[in-house]
């Protein structure tokens, strides 16, 4: 069983910065892939981007490359996600969540066990 707790959310100008952080508890943590997602309003969920559970692969959504990054901590049980250059378009509840298979990182939601609680995102124009 993995527990997490996403941080680090907020309001931010457009070209600004935020990073995300996803708490997690559990002794699994360090065996499994971990995703971001993110949910705006009236959309489905989408994934943003993905890390392996050794943090030696990493994936993302086009309009996350070059602007966003992923990394981990398995000594910390974190997972991070460093947002730059945010636009309007990337505000959204965002998700952080844990796969407990020892895969690559899946662009599929439902091929996560894990999930967090969510926080929120907002890019002002």
């Known amino acids: 069983q993995v527990q997490l707790v996403e941080s680090g959310g907020g309001l931010v100008q457009t070209g600004g910065s935020l990073r995300l952080s996803c708490a997690a508890s559990?002794?699994?943590?360090?065996?499994?892939?971990m995703g971001w997602f993110r949910q705006a309003p009236g959309k489905e969920r989408e994934f943003v981007a993905g890390?392996?559970?050794?943090?030696?692969?990493?994936r993302y959504e086009d309009s996350a490359k070059g602007r966003f990054t992923i990394s981990r901590d398995n000594a910390k049980n974190t997972v991070y996600l460093r947002m730059n250059n945010l636009k309007p378009e990337d505000t959204a509840i965002y998700y952080c969540?844990?796969?407990?298979?020892?895969?690559?990182?899946?662009?599929?939601?439902?091929?996560?066990?894990?999930w967090g609680q969510g926080t929120q995102v907002t890019v002002s124009s």
């Open positions: 890390i392996s559970w050794t943090g030696t692969i990493s």
């Open positions: 559990g002794r699994t943590f360090r065996s499994c892939a």
């Open positions: 969540a844990a796969d407990r298979n020892l895969l690559p990182p899946t662009s599929s939601p439902l091929e996560y066990d894990y």
